[in-house]
Nanobody, 123 residues
Framework: QVQLVESGGGLVQAGGSLRLSCAAS????????MGWFRQIPGKEREFVAR????????YYADSVKGRFAISRDNAKNTVLLQMNSLKPEDTAVYYC????????????????WGQGTQVTVSS
């Protein structure tokens, strides 16, 4: 099973940008679909974006479409989430996750999770 470690979170003003990184180890990274989710206290984990094994297809939640971009580098075992035009409602703990081919937008479909990184957007 792959181990995942996120980094890059922090505090940013509304309209600003952050780039989250997720480093994978212990598995065959290039065989996993990778996703980003986010969660605020008291709410369910919410799908943000996912990228297919080759990196050729990406999918986004409507709330982040046009502002966020997911990408992966299979040679470096990393997946990135570039977040632009951040809004206060983007404030959450962001999690990186891996899953088998064909996983979608539901958290329970994913097998491995990182520990999360906090993103706070001030107004």
């Amino acid at each position: 099973q792959v181990q995942l470690v996120e980094s890059g979170g922090g505090l940013v003003q509304a309209g600003g940008s952050l780039r989250l990184s997720c480093a994978a180890s212990g598995g065959t990274f290039s065989s996993y679909t990778m996703g980003w989710f986010r969660q605020i206290p008291g709410k369910e984990r919410e799908f943000v974006a996912r990228v297919t094994i080759s990196g050729g297809w990406t999918y986004y939640a409507d709330s982040v479409k046009g502002r966020f971009a997911i990408s992966r580098d299979n040679a470096k075992n990393t997946v990135l989430l570039q977040m632009n035009s951040l809004k206060p409602e983007d404030t959450a703990v962001y999690y990186c996750a891996s899953g088998r081919t064909g996983v979608g937008r539901t958290a329970s479909e994913y097998d491995s999770w990182g520990q999360g990184t906090q993103v706070t957007v001030s107004s």
